[in-house]
């Protein structure tokens, strides 16, 4: 292919596109039809009106290349749907370009009332807008007609497949990302990747194609991603168009039936099914005005404190990325302290080892209230938990921000079945009340969502552990907070009083003890890189790690130590047993160490003997007893730390 006819190709594209912006600045019709124009941080966008509108304004979003092959548009308009477009040309999907597609997004949904699932077109590059955001907002799209569409850069503007590429467009990729040459072929967000969260809304795809295409060749682009979203479940479908004439090496060519494209975006946008918003589920109360400070004027530090939700890979993940491209300009730390099965009690004895310990933190995101209720955490003991993480933290920086989270799980539907708010929520809300936090109660809003037939818990959630729809639900809500949080633009350091604590007792001062401080007796040692011998699984933090204990019956020790708290953290596996403590002369107590995980995990279980000792010195003893739960195969108790409060 001669460069001659290459560059011949994209001037008339050029061409067309500079026509067509005159058009549209020219006109105030677009096909007949009133359009409506305004910017939006500088970039032109505008809607098509209907002369009548269908209930619940749907409307179709258009990616590039607005005045190409606007047949289905037209027959759109004339059935009562919307077309809308804003020109972020030249940007190829990047994180800037997103943030302005987002801000047209919402002035959409509240200047014209539009519905909040469009339907998307994505024509040529175009791909590489739609998909970016589609990705990035699984819950906000009905459905993605592409034609031709660009679904990896390496075979556009890249040009390193079989495909014809374009030097200048692979230049300017690069700048707009900030890549060099070997991170743009390392890119791993292209259409084609990343489509977990996408299929998991079984969002429908329909692909117009041409195999005569060179410049973007579809063995190169919409095969693969047609694959692998089959691949992941979602539904897809590609129309080979080979009718001639096709101009421009294969990648233009005429639509006979564009009623059949017109059909495809209304079926799946109209009728406008109504979803609960993402509002009624979070409360703001004094917002993030203080970590938005940190944002705008320093480098910030963002931590995820909680159990395996917040471990896993998912929609922590998505927060990180979404807060670098919103702030691209501040330098982010973030901090992933979620260890599986821990809830709020772990929560308050680790924050300062596994958070305050590492410097200055801006923004915390708290969730406990699964694990509260697997673990059996009473109501008093939560409270004293959260708002001892509460009061602990702002004491390292008055400045920090805390969001806390109520994640779902089939308890609490059951509870909210019965007309009961989960004691867990009631407790995350009522500190979060207290001190003026925004929180999220998603598992309320999983609830309403499942009734109002939004989803379904076993099809879509699938488990307390999210699956990639839960996951991207969840990032969802905590975007939407954030948004809402931003969206004033008010970003101080306002001194703020202390309001009156809950509970006098609260776990402010929560930290670990070390076993070293113990005296232990005969029976107990210390393995100083402690690993299991039976197969059974660990969690991170409760492996390879410093561990006193002791495997038979009667082995004892002692440890002295001052505060009104005392508790220990232990590895609880097939063989724990039954120990008996006292503090200060009192009687002794058993407390079983097996859990109902203990027979397949070395679960790390977090024990409080006493959170109401008076100030001063106080001496623990504590003893392997001679008998084990049933289940159990030993004696064994294991402990990393202590727990203990000042």
């Not at 609960?276 to 589920?281: K, Q």
């Not at 309403?448 to 037939?453: F, H, S």
Request: with cysteine; net charge positive; proline share 6%.
């Amino acid at each position: 292919m001669s460069k001659y006819y290459f560059t011949l190709c994209v001037f008339l594209c050029f061409i067309l596109s500079a026509n067509a912006q005159e058009a549209r600045s020219a006109n105030a019709k677009w096909k007949g039809f009133e359009r409506v124009s305004f910017k939006i941080e500088g970039h032109d966008g505008y809607y098509v009106k209907p002369n009548k509108p269908l209930p619940g304004n749907p409307w179709a979003w258009r990616s590039s290349f607005p005045d190409w092959h606007t047949d289905a548009d037209s027959i759109l308009l004339s059935r009562g749907m919307y077309v809308a477009y804003i020109d972020v040309d030249n940007q190829y999907g990047g994180p800037q370009a997103m943030q302005v597609w987002d801000k047209f997004y919402a002035y959409l949904l509240k200047n014209a009332s539009f519905s909040t699932k469009p339907a998307l077109e994505a024509v040529s590059r175009g791909g590489l807008y739609a998909y970016a955001w589609a990705k990035r907002n699984p819950d906000k799209i009905s459905c993605i007609y592409g034609e031709t569409p660009v679904c990896d850069i390496k075979s556009w503007p890249g040009g390193k497949g079989t495909g014809m590429g374009d030097t200048t467009s692979w230049k300017q990729f690069k700048q707009v990302f900030g890549f060099t040459e070997e991170q743009a072929l390392a890119f791993k967000d292209n259409p084609v990747d990343n489509l977990e969260g996408l299929a998991a809304f079984h969002m429908p795809l329909l692909h117009y194609i041409s195999n005569a295409d060179k410049l973007v060749p579809v063995n190169e682009n919409s095969n693969i991603l047609v694959k692998n979203y089959r691949s992941l479940g979602g539904p897809a479908t590609e129309v080979v168009i080979d009718k001639q004439p096709q101009e421009l090496f294969g990648h233009h060519f005429m639509i006979e039936h564009p009623e059949d494209i017109a059909d495809f975006l209304m079926n799946n946008a109209y009728p406008v099914k109504q979803v609960l918003p993402y509002a009624n589920y979070f409360k703001l109360r004094k917002g993030l005005n203080k970590s938005l400070y940190s944002f705008r004027h320093s480098p910030a530090t963002v931590a995820f404190l909680g159990g395996s939700i917040t471990f896993n890979p998912g929609w922590r993940d998505k927060v990180t990325i979404y807060l670098k491209e919103r702030f691209p300009g501040t330098k982010f730390r973030f901090i992933a302290a979620g260890i599986p099965s821990l809830g709020s009690l772990p929560h308050a004895f680790r924050l300062k080892r596994d958070l305050l310990d590492s410097g200055k933190i801006d923004l915390l995101f708290l969730e406990a209230a699964v694990n509260d209720r697997a673990n059996s955490t009473d109501s008093l003991t939560q409270v004293r938990d959260l708002e001892g993480i509460v009061l602990h933290a702002k004491r390292a920086n008055p400045q920090m921000d805390i969001v806390m989270m109520s994640f779902a799980d089939p308890d609490k539907n059951r509870d909210y079945a019965s007309g009961k708010t989960p004691v867990e929520v009631a407790n995350h809300e009522l500190v979060a009340s207290r001190y003026g936090l925004p929180s999220i109660n998603i598992a309320k809003e999983v609830y309403d969502k499942i009734r109002n037939k939004e989803f379904d818990w076993d099809r879509d959630f699938k488990d307390l552990h999210p699956a990639a729809f839960g996951q991207e639900l969840y990032f969802a809500n905590i975007k939407a907070l954030l948004q809402a949080a931003i969206s004033p633009g008010v970003a101080s350091r306002k001194y703020e009083p202390k309001p009156r604590r809950l509970n006098a007792a609260s776990f402010v001062n929560g930290d670990y003890y070390s076993i070293n401080k113990a005296k232990p007796g005969e029976g107990w040692s210390i393995n100083p890189n402690w690993v299991p011998k039976d197969g059974l699984g660990t969690r991170p933090g409760f492996v390879n790690v410093p561990v006193l204990s002791a495997e038979k019956p009667g082995a004892e020790l002692t440890l002295n130590f001052r505060g009104t708290v005392i508790g220990m953290a232990i590895v609880s596996g097939g063989d724990a047993g039954i120990v008996s403590y006292t503090i200060d002369g009192k009687p002794y107590q058993n407390i079983d160490l097996y859990t109902q995980w203990s027979g397949w995990l070395h679960l790390p279980w977090y024990i409080l003997f006493d959170g109401n000792l008076k100030p001063g010195k106080h001496v623990l003893k504590l003893k392997i007893a001679d008998q084990h739960n049933a289940n159990s195969k030993g004696y064994a108790c294991r402990i990393v730390n202590f727990l203990r409060s000042e």
